[in-house]
């Protein structure tokens, strides 16, 4: 799958597979660099990263929760 030209690092050249990806890779290799827009969709990239990250954490915390009840219940009745 071929990145487009709308996906290309305008600073160094690199080629991202999403924009969101290009965003991220602004806001930390080029930030004293980019624009207010580019930086808007930094700030946009970073607040959707954090809330993905925030939903895999509860996910990995309810199967830890499964897993520890299961092996006490498991446990418990022998």
Known sequence: MAADAGTRCRYCGRRFPTERLLALHHGSSHTHEVTDDEWEAVVAAREAEADE??????????????????????????
């Open 53 to 78: 990250l925030r939903r895999v954490r509860i996910r990995m915390l309810l199967a830890l929760t499964l897993c520890y009840f299961g092996f006490l219940l498991l446990y418990a009745t022998r």
